[in-house]
């Protein structure tokens, strides 16, 4: 052991813990904050007082999950395209938010992590709270333009696929393939159709959703998860057919 290791063990030994209240200075710090952020989600979203929001801030919900289990969901988009990465990995995050999973799921495992997204503040939140080493945010129109790099091992796709038309989701995924390495994999996340005013796609059984993922990819896994009353299909793509590429 080092000497300043060992001189600070020796102050820990004789320091009267129980005095020091870290646990409550945690816990008030952790009530605060979600006291903010749910002043945030009501400036956001209930009174709009930015317009309709076009993404969601994932702040809130770690503000708010130890004192609210049942949010637990939002960590399942990250953890299952986690999943699928190898260390050194390129990844290809699709209509990123607020860049907090690229941050939080992708970056301590990936050499490189592209994350797009139309929104201008989206990508301006993302670079000012969720800037990581090796995660690059970029403003871009994946129907109408080209994607910023080549040969990804993963490519993210998560929710924001619903708000696409079914031709441009033939456009963005033959351009996943074109742009991605043979054995690439799309990892992503559906919700189940619930008629939602903004969805332009929808998708209400698994069998749905693989067949509309067998049209570009020979292999296709997808799961149904309840989280909490609302259901999702978390979905696994790999072995790109020939003819789904775009030269």
């Not at 979600?34 to 801030?57: C, H, N």
């Not at 067949?211 to 896994?221: C, G, M, P, W």
Request: overall charge positive; glycine content about 4%; aromatic content about 12%.
């Amino acid at each position: 052991m080092t000497a300043p290791k060992s001189l600070a063990r020796r102050i820990a030994t004789i320091i009267p813990w129980r005095w020091v209240p870290l646990d409550f200075a945690v816990r008030t710090s952790q009530r605060i904050t979600s006291i903010f952020a749910r002043l945030l989600f009501i400036r956001d979203w209930q009174l709009e007082a930015r317009g309709r929001p076009q993404f969601f801030k994932h702040s809130l919900n770690l503000a708010q999950w130890p004192f609210d289990p049942a949010r637990w969901a939002f960590t399942a988009r990250g953890v299952y395209a986690r999943e699928s990465m190898r260390r050194g990995c390129k990844v290809l995050d699709l209509c990123c938010g607020d860049g907090a999973y690229s941050k939080l799921f992708f970056a301590d495992i990936a050499a490189q992590v592209d994350a797009v997204d139309l929104d201008e503040y989206a990508i301006a939140y993302a670079r000012k709270y969720h800037a990581a080493t090796g995660v690059r945010f970029h403003r871009l129109d994946i129907v109408n333009q080209p994607l910023p790099d080549r040969d990804y091992d993963v490519v993210v796709w998560n929710a924001a696929i619903c708000y696409f038309s079914e031709p441009d989701i033939r456009v963005v995924i033959g351009k996943i393939i074109a742009s991605s390495r043979p054995d690439m994999q799309l990892i992503g996340m559906l919700p189940r159709a619930h008629g939602w005013i903004d969805h332009k796609i929808e998708f209400a059984t698994v069998a749905e959703v693989e067949n509309y993922l067998r049209q570009f990819f020979s292999e296709v896994s997808v799961r149904e998860i309840d989280e909490g009353g609302a259901v999702s299909f978390y979905f696994r793509a790999r072995t790109p057919l020939a003819t789904s590429r775009i030269s």
